[in-house]
């Protein structure tokens, strides 16, 4: 079982920063790619940001150049920096640990942490 714990969404203004984190605990060994997804009500789930174990980074057009994706393999955590937060950046954000075992893919989620961000 993997099991993800998020930290660090809170209510900011326009314009500023929150950085969140995730761990990963859990029996596996290696990860294909962790990230960040985003929900806003009435709206579908959406990739923010991801970063595969080769380092290869991709992100959503909206968040690019405002947005940091990083991560610790020692401690398993993976990092979201937001800068220059925007109202259309209010949503949950969950935690995404995306890995294949022995030819199956599993996809593993965080709880979700809330970031509003108020104009």
């Known amino acids: 079982q993997v099991h993800l714990v998020e930290s660090g969404g809170g209510l900011v203004q326009s314009g500023g920063s929150l950085r969140l984190s995730c761990a990963a605990a859990?029996?596996?060994?290696?990860?294909?790619?962790m990230g960040w997804y985003r929900q806003a009500p009435g709206k579908q789930r959406e990739l923010v940001a991801a970063?595969?174990?080769?380092?290869?980074?991709d992100y959503r057009d909206s968040v690019k150049g405002r947005f940091t994706i990083s991560r610790d393999n020692g401690k398993r955590t993976v990092y979201l920096q937001m800068n220059s937060l925007k109202p259309e950046d209010t949503a949950v954000y969950y935690c995404?640990?995306?890995?294949?075992?022995?030819?199956?893919?599993?996809?593993?989620w965080g709880q979700g942490t809330q970031v509003t961000v108020s104009s």
């Open positions: 970063i595969t174990s080769g380092g290869s980074i």
């Open positions: 859990g029996s596996f060994f290696t990860f294909d790619a």
């Open positions: 995404n640990v995306h890995t294949v075992i022995v030819g199956v893919a599993y996809d593993y």
